[in-house]
């Protein structure tokens, strides 16, 4: 059975101190609300990693990086390795996030390796696909996320497969306030599982979480988590706030 996931994406945002405040209230309301019934993860900026793990300690909130380097060691000045992050114990690593695509020029065969690089050092890759506008407006959406998702995963064996999270974020919806509608949502959910079940069979795609991210928010989240491809969401704007982020995770239940 496919876990349910609601993961928070802080992207560049928050000092220490509104970091720590933000994770104890998290944590508290996740350890009195939610029960274990959804894997709540925070992905956040990378030299809060070793802090605010140390203070989630055994929280039922794991902790998550936003990227990672595609090298291991080396002379990469400001970049970050799995091999670092598995150092860590850090369990959860976003990758292919579509501002990482946009402002980073990350493509679908680096992303492959960083894939790779990421199972390697046994982290759970989160990874992002999604449409811009152009592509959703000229109606080849599907068939350029299936692109993205050939690209970036069907090198990887059946076992290493159903260690990955999948997100679909159209980069439309991102940022927005515009959501995608709950029919678009499981549209493009079930074309995402129906292609992973063309290369991997049926039982291997059922298992894989398949989380919607764009613009969800407390209002938004429970109709689109009730639809039955959408395994939870990837959360931006929305994750920068205890109250909302935590009734966006009790949407999942
Ligand atoms: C994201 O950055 O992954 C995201 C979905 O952002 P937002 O929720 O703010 O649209």
Redesign the pocket.
Known sequence: MREKIVAG?W?MNKTLEEARILTTEVMGMVADEVKGKVKTILCVPFPYLAILKNQLGNSAVKIGAQNCSEHDWGAYTGEVSSLMLKSMEIPYVILG?S?RRQYFGENGKLLATKVDKALAANLTPIF?CGEPLEIREAGTHEKLVKLQVEESLFHLTAEALKKIVI?Y?PVW????GKTASAQQAQEMHAVIRKHLASKYGDSVASEISILY????NAKNAQELFSCPDVDGG?????SLKSREFVDIVKAMK
């Open positions: 994406n992207k996030h501002e992002c997100a974020e919806a991102i940022g927005t991210g764009g613009s969800v990837l959360v931006g704007g929305a």
